[in-house]
């Protein structure tokens, strides 16, 4: 059996999911910043298909 984690895309996209966490959390913790932000992963078969990035502001 294959480790799915070490996969050449598993491995490309995991790289993009740290540099999208990183993104999103920098985006957040700025002073003024009210809302939520959300990380998606959707997984088929063990691999990783798609990465989803939400952020919801709230206007204040």
């Known amino acids: ?5 070490a996969t050449a895309g598993n491995a490309k996209k ?4 740290k540099q999208a966490l990183a993104e999103i959390l920098a ?3 700025r002073r003024g910043f009210h809302g939520k932000v959300c990380i998606g992963v ?3 078969d063990g691999t ?4 989803i990035r939400t952020v919801e502001r709230v206007e204040r």
Do not use: D, G, W
């Open 14 to 17: 995991l790289a993009e999911l």
């Open 42 to 44: 959707k997984v088929q």
């Open 1 to 5: 059996m294959t480790n799915s984690r």
């Open 48 to 51: 990783i298909q798609q990465i």
């Open 27 to 29: 985006e957040a913790t």
